[in-house]
């Protein structure tokens, strides 16, 4: 295990509807970055987030939103539900501004309906 | 942009060799990580090059060449716990991971 950890496990939401993720980062590592991964497909970057300010975002509209708190643990947010969000959203944590590994959260299940 | 690209599956028998390759375009590279992903968890590290040539790590082997923006994957004497997606990613200038699709292992008994 990582030390990464992710809640909720699952969850269902309907379209229109606003969903908040959450995610505490490995010991130490003060840098989060979201992302979301589609059925069968590579994880896609969403943002990262270092030192409660956001450092990059990925190609992603802005109903796509996030947090970072003083002890490094980060949010989600997702607005305006849509069915293609239904994806499994993983947040990694690592030290930020050089090739430190990025370790994985056990993930976010998100299925709209 | 970033490109990675990986082929979708692979096929291998308990005991075998199986060599993933990736090939990937950047803007700018600060290294290449191959990652681990069981269906359903979430990825876990298996590998990070940054210089050219092999690194090996027990049964698992990476190499990169910067020049021709190629790396592999070498998984060594196959087990079914192998049967995996392994993925492919690059740190581009920004420090940002982009991600291939995944290669789908399958180990055949």
């Known amino acids: 295990e990582t030390g990464v950890t992710q809640s909720p496990t699952h969850l269902i939401k309907t379209r229109g509807q606003q969903v908040t993720l959450r995610c505490s980062s490995q010991s130490g590592h003060n840098t989060v970055s979201w992302y979301q991964q589609a059925l069968g497909q590579g994880p896609q970057f969403i943002f990262q987030?270092?030192?409660?300010?956001?450092?990059g975002r990925g190609n992603f509209p802005p109903r796509f939103s996030g947090l970072q708190f003083p002890n490094y643990s980060s949010e989600l947010n997702v607005n305006a539900l849509e069915l293609d969000d239904s994806a499994l959203y993983l947040c990694?944590?690592?030290?930020?501004?050089?090739?430190?590994?990025?370790?994985f959260g056990p993930g976010t299940r998100l299925t709209v309906l | 942009g970033q490109n990675i690209d990986q082929p979708t599956e692979m096929t291998a028998t308990e005991g075998a060799i199986v060599q993933i390759n990736c090939t990937y375009q950047?803007?700018?590279?600060?290294?290449l990580f191959w990652y681990q992903q069981h269906a359903g968890e979430a990825p876990t590290f298996l590998s990070y090059n940054v210089l050219d040539g092999l690194e090996e790590k027990g049964r698992f082997s990476s190499f990169l060449s910067r020049s021709k923006g190629y790396s592999y994957l070498l998984l060594k004497e196959l087990q079914m716990k192998d049967s995996a997606s392994y993925l492919c990613?690059?740190?581009?200038?920004?420090?940002?991971?982009?991600f291939g699709a995944g290669t789908t292992v399958t180990v055949r008994a």
């Open positions: 950047t803007s700018g590279f600060n290294g």
């Open positions: 987030y270092y030192r409660e300010e956001e450092n």
């Open positions: 990694a944590s690592s030290f930020p501004t050089g090739p430190d590994t990025q370790y």
């Open positions: 990613a690059a740190l581009g200038n920004d420090y940002k991971l982009s």
